[in-house]
């Protein structure tokens, strides 16, 4: 089983709309979570840190799930500039990222 | 904002040749990492750098990288005799006083092995 893994999509998906990543890790020992975005050609920006009680920043919401072990961010109300690709990262002593998801949101 | 700086934004080399890829890194941050991505593919681990040492490489980081802290400001990334496969962006890293994995990325180095 890969380390991280993450549903690769694309997620097309029209303005407006709630889509949902999740992404699954094996190493139960992980100690942080994090979403990624990048931007096509671009270096990875830090979306947000995935807490237990899970966490909400403006449209974006993260849960984390640890006795399934997988992470998921929600986006609620999908603007064109959220098209994207989401890396899952994980803190296992080194930041490790999933291969991402790549979302398109559509006019 | 601080920001992490990378230079050259794109090196084309002939193979076996050797690269020098150099990384400001945000200058209160104690962890520095280089990442790879090849093209279409995930960004991956090469190797992690804290208190003047190497504290964790991938297997891809073998005997042909290194990496150097020389002067207290800059990070570097050799790579000897580069193969055609080495062709692919290389990401320099920082993290603060924690390596939590709240990292900050430069924009990369582009690199082309001929």
């Known amino acids: 089983r890969k380390e991280v893994e993450q549903d690769p999509g694309p997620f097309n998906v029209p303005e407006g709309a709630t889509v949902a990543f999740n992404c699954t890790y094996s190493n139960s020992a992980s100690q942080s979570f994090f979403w990624y975005r990048q931007d096509c050609r671009k270096e990875p920006k830090l979306l947000m840190s995935?807490?237990?009680s899970g966490n909400e920043d403006g449209r974006f919401t993260a849960q984390l799930n640890r006795a399934s072990q997988y992470i998921s961010l929600l986006i609620r109300d999908s603007k064109l500039s959220d098209s994207a690709t989401y890396l899952c990262?994980?803190?296992?002593?080194?930041?490790?990222f999933g291969q991402g998801t790549t979302l398109q949101v559509k006019p | 904002e601080p920001e992490v700086t990378q230079t050259p934004s794109h090196q084309v080399t002939q193979m076996g040749q050797e690269v020098i890829l150099r990384c400001v890194p945000i200058?209160?941050?104690?962890?520095f990492y280089w990442y790879r991505q090849i093209l279409g593919q995930k960004v991956e681990f090469l190797v992690s750098f804290y208190n003047n040492e190497i504290s964790e490489k991938s297997e891809i980081f073998d005997d042909q990288f290194s990496v150097e802290r020389p002067d207290g400001s800059n990070f570097t990334l050799k790579i000897r005799s580069t193969k055609l496969e080495d062709s692919a962006m290389y990401f320099c890293?920082?993290?603060?006083?924690?390596?939590?994995?709240?990292?900050?990325f430069g924009e990369g180095s582009r690199l082309t092995v001929l």
């Open positions: 990262g994980l803190n296992t002593g080194k930041l490790i």
């Open positions: 890293a920082s993290g603060g006083t924690s390596g939590t994995g709240e990292l900050f």
């Open positions: 995935v807490y237990s």
């Open positions: 200058s209160n941050h104690l962890y």
